[in-house]
């Protein structure tokens, strides 16, 4: 576990890439910038090679993810001995919970859809176990001052 300080820019992170993803959303922004490519397909494929993109998706990405990681690997402000514990439990269930899910999509939703699905896939394990910590951690709370 990381200080509970890393929490407020992860935070940040997270609430920019909202801001990013609703800009590309409404003015589809457009960031074309020459990166390395270890494979491009797009007319061509392409290998090992330096191509122009419009990278604007993979900093909404990486905001989203490196926030997430913050936020679900800090402690809190004041740490007790049970939140390990809950924390272990919130990760198992998030992740079950997850793949149940993929299966699902995998069962009845097909084309675009399914892309969508697999994108929002990539963070739902985050946001799971964000809902099922904080959850928890409220129950102890309030069991903790009887």
């Given at each position: ?90 990760w198992q269930k998030a992740i079950l ?50």
């Amino acid at each position: 576990m990381i200080h509970y300080r890393y929490k407020i820019p992860g935070l940040i992170l997270i609430l920019l890439g909202i801001g990013l993803t609703i800009l590309y959303s409404v003015h589809r922004m457009n960031l074309q910038v020459p990166v390395f490519a270890i494979h491009s397909s797009y007319l061509v494929t392409k290998y090992f090679t330096v191509i122009k993109t419009n990278i604007f998706e993979e900093i909404i990405f990486l905001s989203y993810f490196a926030g997430f990681l913050l936020t679900a690997f800090s402690r809190e402000r004041v740490e007790h001995e049970a939140y390990s514990t809950m924390r272990a439990i919130a990760w198992q269930k998030a992740i079950l919970i997850n793949a149940l899910l993929l299966v699902l999509c995998t069962l009845f939703v097909f084309g675009r859809g399914f892309l969508a699905v697999l994108i929002f896939n990539m963070f739902s394990v985050f946001i799971l176990y964000h809902i099922i910590f904080y959850v928890k951690k409220r129950r102890f709370g309030g069991n903790q001052d009887q």
